[in-house]
Structures are given as C-alpha cells and as structure tokens.
C-alpha cells in the first residue's frame, strides 16, 4: 500500500490550505498598517522586469509573469535552476533526480525545447535538440529569475512556450570586498562547495563565483560532478553609461542518460560530459532626452558527449554535440516607465554540429554525422508601451530571418488596466514561434497564436491574488524526444496565484495551473508520455515561516501533479504525485559580522514519484541534506 | 517523519517566547529590503544585545506588555506602524526612523528622539544655490510638514532664496496649486509629504516641470527615473550606522532630550537628459550638493 493516497493528498492540501485562510484572515484585521511614509521614499515604485527587453514595472506587463529573487532561491537550499522551478506555479519538471542531472519541464504544458532560457541574454537552449536542462544550470550566481508564461516572440523570436530570463549577481555596490563561503552536504555524498567575492573599487566593479556540486548517485546511474565558475567586471563610464563584461564556464558529467537499458536491449551503461562556455560585453549608455543605448555581443561555446558501451566491450557509440554561437544585439530605447519605446536589432551567426562515431549496434560501425549546419539569423523588433491615464497599451512587432527555418513576422497587442491602485486588469494576443529540432522536418517552425487575460489584485486584505486564462492554438507543435510526433494542438486552462501576509511569521504562497490540451485534427485531450507532457493539473503549496528574532526561517513546499498518462505505455510512468520538501535556515549569531548560517533540507519527505519514466528516470527518492555558509 | 516536521516547527515557534534580558528593542513595521538596509547599518557597529519584532508578523503586539516584561533600555522604531505602537510606552527611551511621523509627536512624548528619512531643508537650499535658482516653489500641508517648512524658510533667508509656499490640505488642492505657480518659480521643490506627494499627484509635479521648464527637486532617488531632475537620496546603510551611535549615546545618558535630527549623509542623484534639457550643468550641483 504507499504510503501517500495522491489524491487524498491533493484533498488534504486543499482543505488545509482552504481552512488555514479561513481562519487566519479574520485574526489580521488589526494586523496591517499602512507604511505612508515607505511608500513615499519608494514614490509607489514597483521592480522593474525586463521581459520585455526595457524595465517595465510589473503593472505595466500584459503577460503572465513571476519574478524569482535570490532571496526566494536561498530560502530553498537550491543547487540548481530545475529545484527553484519546481516550486514556480505553471512549471513542472520532469526526471528530477540527483542535482546536476538531465532534467525536462513543460510551462502550462508548453514543452521545454520551445521555452527559451536565457542568461544574461544569451540563449541556452542547443540548436540541434532545443533544450537547456535546468538542472545543470548552478544556482549560485542567479540574482533574479524572470519567467513569461506564454509567447513572446515580438521580443525574443524563437520563444513559443515562453522565456526564462535569468540575470547573474552584479558587484556588491556598498562594499570593496564582500563575499561569501557556503558548503554542504547530504545523502549519498551529495555536496555543493561554493564561494563568491564582489566588491566596487571606486568606477570598478567585480563578482566572481566558483563551485562544485558532486554526488554518488541519488537514483542508480546518476553520480554527478559539476564545476562552475562565473564572473562579473562592470566600470562606469561617465554619463552613468556602463560597461559589463562576464564569463560563465561549466564543466559537468551528469550522470548516465540512460540509466539502466541493458535488460531492455539497449546500452551496458553510458556516461555524459558536458561543457559550456559564455562570455559577453554590454554597453548601456543613456544618451539623454530619454534615449538610451544597450549594446552587447557574445560567443557560446557548447559541447556534449554521450558514451554508450555495450556487454560486448567492442561496441561502443559516441554522440556528439558541438555548437558554436556568436553575435551582436544592440537596442535603443526612449521614454520611461509610462511611455516608451525600444527598437532592436539581433544578429547571430550559429555553426552545428551533430555527430555519431563507434563500433555499437545502435547506429552501425561508422562515422557519420547526423546533421550539422552554419547559417546567420537576424531579428528586427519594435516595442512600445503608450500610458493614457490608468490605461497602458502595449504593441509590439518582430520579424526573424531564422536561418532555418525560414522568415517569421510575430505581432503582440497588450493591454493593462489599473482599475483601482491595488487591482490590475491585463490581457495581450499575439503571434510567436519557435525553431524545430533535428529530429523534426524543419522546413517550418512551429507556430502559435495566443490569447490571454488576466488580473493581479492585492484588493482582498492580508490576501495578493493573481489569475490568468490562457488560449493558444499551436501548429506543427513537436514534441520532445528522437522520435517526435508533429500534431496541430489547441491548449487552453487557466492558472491562480495568492500569497498571504505573515500571521505569526506565517504565510502561504500556493498557485493551481488547469490545462486542457487537444489534438486539433481529432479533438480528443492529449495525454502525457515522456514525449510529451500536458498534465492537467498541476498544484504549488509553499509554507513559509520567518522568526527574525531567532535569525530562523524555513519553508515547506508541496508539487502535486496529474500527468494524465497515455494508456498502454511500454514503460512505466506516474499517472500523478505529490513530493514535499522542507527548508530549514538558521542563523543563530545575527549581530555578528562573520556569524555562520547553517542550513538543512529534507527532500521528497515521503517518497512520492513524479516521473514520466518511473523505471529510468525516477523521482530521487527521500534525501537530507545540511550545511553552512559564511558571508564577510 | 510528520512528528519530526512538527516538532521543528513547534520550538521555532515557542522559542521566541524565552527570550529575555536584552538592551534594544527593535520594532519593525514590516518587512521591506528598506528596513533591511537600515539595520545592516545598525548591526554594523552596535554592541548591545537587542531583540526584534516584525509587527505584521504578528495579528496583535501588546508593546507595552512586552516592554513591562521584558525591560528593555531602549526602543528602535522603524516605521510608521511602529512609531505608532510605541507612542503607546511612556518611560522607556525610543528612537524612531524611517517615518515621517516624528515631528508632530516629540511634544507630546519627551521620551521619543528621531532621525529624519530625509535630508535636511539646508540641503536642499544649498542645490538651489548652485543652480541659481532664487524663486523656488514648495507645496505643503502645514499640519504635516510645517516645522520642515519654518527651517527652511529661515535657511532660504541666509541664502538668498525665496520660498513661494503654496499651502494643502487634500492632495486634490496639489494639482490647483501646481498651475497657480507658473511663471512664478525658478525651480520646483517636491517635498517629503504625504499630503502634497501623493501617487495621483506625481505626474503633475513633472509635467509642470516640463511644460514651465523648470526642474523639479526631490527627496528620494525613486522620483529621479520618473521625472525629477535630480533627488537628495538618503543612504539608508549610513542611517542605520547614525542609529548605532546615537543608540550608544542615549544608552550611555548622553542623549537624552526629544529632538529629530537629519541623516548624516545625502547624496544627489541627477537626471541628466532632464538636466541637458534645461541647460542645467549636473557636475556643479553634485559638486557642491553632497
């Protein structure tokens, strides 16, 4: 019998978290003040996101947008980018098992490879497979995740399902040298080193940060090693003008792909190697009248080998991966938070590369390569946001020459409303696409057009609400895998965000995401594989606890998923689940400029499974970890 | 596993309630990354033993209780929600920051010592100065900020400066009076109240400054990215270290009247494509601004 009922979980989450507003709202009424005079500092400002590709306050965004701060991912004891979005509602990731593995998601049941991950502007998705595992995305130096649900193609071209913009650390402004030494470890020897320096010396700026996260295994198959290393110089230049230059290098073996296939015929065992390289130069110059100047170029230097061995030590494969990728963005942006406008121009030159070569049966004896490629690709965009009173409209035009896959003219119209100070009405259609794999027939993209609206409110007191309803009707959508299916899909649901304010240093934070995906052609809801996953439902609980007095927070986060499995799979794959995890701070020192913070988690507290290949690529199974970090 | 979970959160819970025998205690009226920078300041260089309570943590903080019980030598206020419960205590010495609410509640409370969020009037003059503006415009509500407005009168006399006030008492009366000063002033100079500054009247202020042209002045850094020309921003880290030494001074009895004093350290902020605009040279004002 398990031990977890998941849908009597889902009831028992519902009903808890229903009760607990219940009967905590009444007892803040004396609770809140308002802070007038913060407020007036702060002149009502909200934090820019830069979605857009021009910082916009959050109220004038017609999408569908959450914002990660660092101070949400260190409450998480996170390794890596795939634990922070896991706890992201509209995400769900799939094969999370030992951090620094192979890890997939889907965003409101867009598949990954059509979401585009981005940092510091530079893409991570590969060309050939269109993928950028999170999980083998380090933590440590994200300063500030933000996620768009929904196209957005008029500003960052191949981005169907959505953008994941992370933006690394910048150099501690108030101090020459600050930093930070963090360590921990866990369950089968699951370690994470780090250390950061940052620090400004009069116009210079510095961020550098080093680590490795390792680990025997959590599920079979999957010892890990990560090496990361990341930095940061910024100078100023007169007339608050700025110039960056950074660096990101990783070097990681995460784990065996394939786990264990030698029963099912396929490879004696496998091991992959991964490297990464980035580097960039921005310039940002105002240049007065509300002009402003950003102009970056960058190279990406992206290798993957996968080595598969076979009983019989003569047969051996090798797939390999090299992509290259160089270019130059420049945008020119006028106006400010109520009217603006940025024109941009992307260029990008892209060489591929996609090779098998070994003695196993899988391919044959030979030296083949499987695709490879060099081309240019340009994109052209125009947006504007236009503020008449409480109104903002938000237009917005790009045209890609993909190299590829052809040309591409992606149009958007947003709208929001500020209905009253605290209630906001938003709402946008608009066009997008994505690029195919090579494992598609890439002569067309795939392609969508979407409706959404939406509303974000703090009008219910002690209670933020946020609700969005999403349509898009997708052509040549491809799933994920070697062998995809090509459907033309209509997917519609809608999502709900709240968080409460603390009571007793208590506080919820929950979203709920239902979707219905179907194949156009047949009109029957699509169900989830391992190829293609489009879960209905999908729930995020997250608890948090907060005693400034102890120096003692802690956070516990719940994930339920109903995949919706495909009947008659050959292999085994959760229908839903449920995983808990719990996350424990502690600083005990707080007046002390060195005081240590030691911290623990408890992962997949009662062994839940959320896979989509239960036998391969399972659930890690319940693990603890604990550590300390330093700061000076 | 479900016992263990309960049992951490049980003590995290019940824990706070053993503290006891500390020097300050720390209200804080919520969490916000403002209040945070303040007390990295405030950590930086104190050494007495405090304890700290976020009000909106709570559904209901009886202070005076904890004070009765607890003792402390000290209250630090950070906020108006604190200021506000503390003006409920009597005997005990409080500082409060981070509120505009000191000024009309000295009086009453002798036990009560303030650090203004925002620079002093002098400041200020000091900017108009060196921009050669000699007719400067203020809106302000009497009630609120009055005795801001009677210092700097009296600063504006020694430098030459004249002030023309324009009084409210709604923040409807902001835009009426905004259009009555026209033509009359050199410069306009936003002030930090709440009645005349108000989140529909923002955009007024800089619209006038655009249509007149003339710049307008504020009190924080947040109204430099809206339209301000250039904005007095306090550096909340050296606030924090100013509370720290006045804390020590009140602790050690040599502070100990009920005054408000100004934050140790201003520093401008300019907007120059509003500056290039009105032909006005940012590197004079922040030359001589700090």
């Known amino acids: 019998m398990p031990l977890i009922n998941h849908s009597h979980s889902l009831r028992s989450f519902l009903i808890t978290l229903c009760l607990g507003l219940c009967l905590t709202v009444p007892a803040w009424a004396d609770a809140l003040n308002s802070d007038d005079s913060l407020e007036l500092l702060n002149a009502w ?117 959505g953008v994941i913009n992370i933006i690394t650390k910048s150099p501690n402004l108030e ?27 009069d116009k210079f700026g510095y961020y550098l940060t080093v680590g490795n996260i390792r680990s025997d295994g959590l599920n079979p198959g999957t010892a890990t090693n990560l090496n990361n290393i990341n930095g940061k110089l910024t100078y100023s230049l007169p007339g608050d003008g700025i110039v960056t230059a950074g660096l990101w290098h990783l070097n990681t073996n995460p784990g065996m792909d394939l786990g264990d296939l030698a029963k099912y015929g396929g490879p004696f065992g496998d091991s992959q190697k991964i490297r990464r390289t980035n580097s960039f130069i921005k310039l940002t110059q105002p240049l007065g009248n509300g002009l402003r100047l950003e102009l970056d170029g960058y190279l990406s230097n992206y290798y993957e080998r996968l080595f598969s061995w076979y009983a019989n030590d003569n047969e051996r494969d090798h797939l390999i991966n090299k992509e290259n990728s160089r270019g130059i963005n420049t945008r020119l942006s006028w106006g400010d938070g109520q009217r603006n406008l940025t024109i941009g121009l992307d260029y990008g030159h892209v060489s591929s590369k996609y090779r098998y070569y070994g003695g196993g049966d899988s391919w044959g004896s030979a030296d083949l390569v499987i695709n490879e490629g060099n081309w240019d690709q340009w994109g052209l965009y125009a947006n504007g946001a236009y503020t008449i009173g409480n109104l903002t409209l938000l237009p917005g035009i790009r045209h890609d020459i993909t190299g590829r896959v052809g040309d591409n003219t992606s149009y958007s119209l947003g709208a929001t409303y500020q209905l009253m100070p605290d209630f906001t009405l938003r709402g946008y259609a608009t066009s997008g696409y994505s690029l195919t794999t090579i494992f598609a027939d890439d002569s067309k993209p795939q392609k969508v057009k979407t409706i959404q609206a939406g509303f974000e409110t703090s009008r219910i007191p002690y209670l933020w609400l946020k609700g969005t309803y999403f349509y898009n009707a997708i052509r040549h959508s491809e799933s994920v895998g070697i062998n995809p299916t090509v459907t033309d899909q209509n997917r519609q649901g809608f999502e709900v965000e709240l968080r409460t304010v603390p009571l007793y240093g208590f506080s919820v934070a929950s979203g709920y995401t239902y979707l219905d995906a179907r194949d156009n052609d047949t009109d029957l809801r699509l169900p989830s594989n391992s190829n293609q996953s489009v879960p209905p439902h999908n729930v995020k609980l997250k608890l948090n606890y907060d005693n400034s007095e102890l120096g003692f927070s802690g956070t516990l986060t719940g994930n339920y998923i109903w995949w919706n499995k495909e009947p008659g799979l050959w292999y085994s794959m959760s229908d839903s689940g449920m995983l808990w995890d719990l996350h424990l701070n502690w600083k005990p020192f707080r007046k002390h400029e060195l005081a240590p913070e030691f911290f623990f988690s408890g992962h997949n507290l009662f062994n839940g499974s959320q896979s989509t290949g239960v036998e391969i690529y399972n659930s890690a199974p319940r693990w603890f970890e604990g550590g300390m970090r330093v700061r000076f | 596993m479900r016992r263990f979970i309960l049992l951490i959160i049980a003590l995290a819970t019940l824990l706070p309630s053993l503290a006891q025998a500390y020097d300050v205690l720390v209200l804080q009226s919520r969490r916000d990354p403002a209040y945070d920078e303040v007390l990295k300041g405030f950590r930086f260089e104190q050494k007495s033993s405090l304890r700290m309570l976020v009000l909106s943590d709570y559904a209901e903080v009886d202070v005076v209780r904890v004070v009765r019980e607890d003792h402390p030598r000290l209250i630090l206020a950070l906020g108006d929600a604190a200021l506000k419960e503390f003006l409920k205590v ?145 550096d ?34 300019t907007n120059r494509s509003v500056m290039q605009r009105l032909d006005i040279d940012p590197g004079r004002i922040v030359k001589h601004g700090n």
């Open chain 1, 175 to 201: 101090h020459k040298a600050s930093g930070m030494v963090s360590g921990s470890i866990g369950s089968q020897f699951t370690a994470d080193s780090r250390a950061e320096l940052s620090g400004t010396l």
């Open chain 1, 45 to 161: 400002q909200e934090t820019p996101v830069t979605t857009a590709r021009i910082p916009r306050p959050p109220s004038k965004v017609a999408e569908n947008i959450t914002v990660i701060t660092a101070a949400d991912i260190e409450r998480l004891n996170a390794h890596t980018l795939a634990e922070v979005l896991q706890t992201v509602p509209g995400i769900q990731l799939d094969y999370l098992r030992t951090p620094t593995t192979y890890t997939f998601f889907n965003l409101q049941g867009a598949y990954n490879t059509t979401v585009l991950v981005l940092v510091d502007g530079i893409r991570l998705n590969t060309y050939q497979l269109g993928i950028a595992p999170p999980g083998l995305i380090p933590i440590q130096q994200i300063e500030r995740i933000e996620i768009l649900k929904g196209p957005a193609s008029t500003a960052w071209g191949s981005a169907l399902g």
């Open chain 2, 236 to 269: 909340l880290i050296a606030l924090g270290r100013q509370a720290d030494r006045m804390v020590s001074q009140i602790l050690s009895g040599e502070l100990s009247s009920s005054k408000v004093v100004f934050p140790d350290k201003a520093v401008i902020k």
């Open chain 2, 90 to 234: 009597r005997n005990t010495p409080v500082l409060a920051m981070m509120t505009l609410g000191v000024p009309s509640n000295s009086s009453a409370h002798p036990n009560l010592i303030g650090i203004s969020m925002f620079a002093a009037p002098e400041s200020y003059l000091t900017v108009f100065h060196n921009m050669k503006a000699r007719r400067v415009g203020v809106i302000y509500n009497p009630a609120k900020s009055g005795w801001y407005l009677d210092q700097a009168r009296r600063a504006a006399r020694q430098v030459g400066i004249d002030l023309i006030l324009r009084e409210v008492s709604t923040g409807h009366e902001t835009m009426t009076q905004l259009s009555g000063l026209a033509g009359k002033v050199d410069a306009l100079w936003m002030v930090p109240d709440i009645t005349a500054v108000t989140r529909e009247s923002i955009e007024a202020y800089f619209q006038f400054g655009q249509a007149n042209s003339v710049p307008v002045i504020s009190f924080s850094g947040s109204y430099v990215n809206l339209g301000a020309a250039a904005a007095l921003d306090v």
